[in-house]
């Protein structure tokens, strides 16, 4: 089983940025797919984007499309987001996920294991 430990969250002004990060520990990290979710207040959660073992492919989300970009390090076992041009409607908490193999989908069906999550606020 990963362990996954996410930090970089944070207050931000709408337009400002953001850096996430996603430690993994536990197993072989460049053979599964991760991804970010999140969680608005009274919301569902919400797939944002996700990459394979390889770092090779990715997928992001129409609503974060063009000003996140999901990325991985995986000789530090580490993944990150990027958050550009945050939007008060990005204000969630975000979960790290990592998948059972290297495949991914939009839906969290996928996940295996999850992070404690970290708070995001943009103010407007």
């Known amino acids: 089983q990963v362990q996954l430990v996410e930090s970089g969250g944070g207050l931000v002004q709408a337009g400002g940025s953001l850096r996430l990060s996603c430690a993994a520990s536990?197993?072989?990290?460049?053979?599964?797919?991760m991804a970010w979710f999140r969680q608005a207040p009274g919301k569902e959660l919400e797939f944002v984007a996700a990459i394979n073992g390889g770092g090779t492919n990715t997928y992001h989300a129409e609503t974060v499309e063009g000003r996140f970009t999901i990325s991985r390090d995986n000789a530090k076992n580490t993944m990150f987001l990027q958050m550009n041009n945050l939007k008060p409607e990005d204000t969630a908490i975000y979960y790290c996920?990592?998948?059972?193999?290297?495949?991914?989908?939009?839906?969290?069906?996928?996940?295996?294991?999850w992070g404690q999550g970290t708070q995001v606020t943009v103010s407007s």
């Open positions: 996920a990592a998948g059972r193999s290297d495949y991914y989908t939009v839906s969290p069906s996928f996940v295996n294991a």
């Open positions: 536990g197993r072989t990290f460049t053979n599964i797919a």
